[in-house]
T-cell receptor
Framework: ETGVTQSPTHLIKTRGQQVTLRCSSQ?????VSWYQQALGQGPQFIFQYYREEENGRGNFPPRFSGLQFPNYSSELNVNALELDDSALYLC??????????????FGPGTRLTVL | DAKTTQPNSMESNEEEPVHLPCNHS???????IHWYRQLPSQGPEYVIHGLTSNVNNRMASLAIAEDRKSSTLILHRATLRDAAVYYC?????????????????FGQGTILTVHP
């Protein structure tokens, strides 16, 4: 069973540009969540996707959007990049069943730098 | 979301036990206690979780206070590889289709330093 992978590992963009980050979940995992981690802080929840639909969102503006595909891959898109968007972006996948607290499997992250 | 409080940092020597505390005085009856850790330059990694009873797995033990207002993650013999940021997270029991299912609310965590 392969783990969660993310691409690219590093990315440099300029303010105002758009970026797409990619994640490949573990087989059988139907939920993917995306997090933003600023330097020295804990990860902050952006949103989650379940069965290819956005299914919960944190305190992030609409210029953060995503997609989830049937093949367990997903994307995070950020439009109109701002300097404060510089961070490590993490995706996490899990197999959703009723109740409790199934563990989430995180990828290594994509380091985005906005100049 | 109910909040957790952890010390900013702790230190340990290699091969000694480490007890990482977490306070969660506003925990609700349906909140699970999760621990994740983040090694340098990696994504967070699940460690352990529990509801009321103490839990053991190959990585660690979780001791939960009787009133559930605090918990302790125990690493029985710390190794250099255990140096990481440890996060204590409360995760509510929810429906499989619930909008908070995939959400983990991370705090600042505890930076664990292990000395050789």
């Amino acid at each position: 069973e392969t783990g969660v992978t993310q691409s690219p590992t590093h990315l440099i963009k300029t303010r105002g540009q758009q970026v797409t980050l990619r994640c490949s979940s573990q087989s059988g995992h139907n939920t993917v969540s995306w997090y933003q981690q600023a330097l020295g802080q804990g990860p902050q929840f952006i949103f989650q996707y379940y069965r290819e639909e956005e299914n919960g969102r944190g305190n992030f503006p609409p210029r953060f959007s995503g997609l989830q595909f049937p093949n367990y891959s997903s994307e995070l898109n950020v439009n109109a990049l701002e300097l404060d968007d510089s961070a490590l972006y993490l995706c996490a996948s899990s197999r959703r069943t009723s109740g409790r607290g199934n563990e989430q499997f995180f990828g290594p992250g994509t380091r985005l730098t906005v100049l | 979301d109910a909040k957790t409080t952890q010390p900013n940092s702790m230190e340990s020597n290699e091969e000694e036990p480490v007890h990482l505390p977490c306070n969660h005085s506003t925990i609700s009856g349906t909140d699970y206690i999760h621990w994740y850790r983040q090694l340098p330059s990696q994504g967070p990694e699940y460690v352990i979780h529990g509801l009321t009873s103490n839990v053991n797995n190959r990585m660690a033990s979780l001791a939960i206070a009787e009133d559930r207002k605090s918990s302790t993650l125990i690493l029985h013999r710390a190794t250099l590889r255990d140096a990481a940021v440890y996060y204590c997270i409360l995760r509510p029991l929810g429906r499989a289709g619930g909008t908070s299912y995939g959400k983990l609310t991370f705090g600042q965590g505890t930076i664990l330093t292990v000395h050789p």
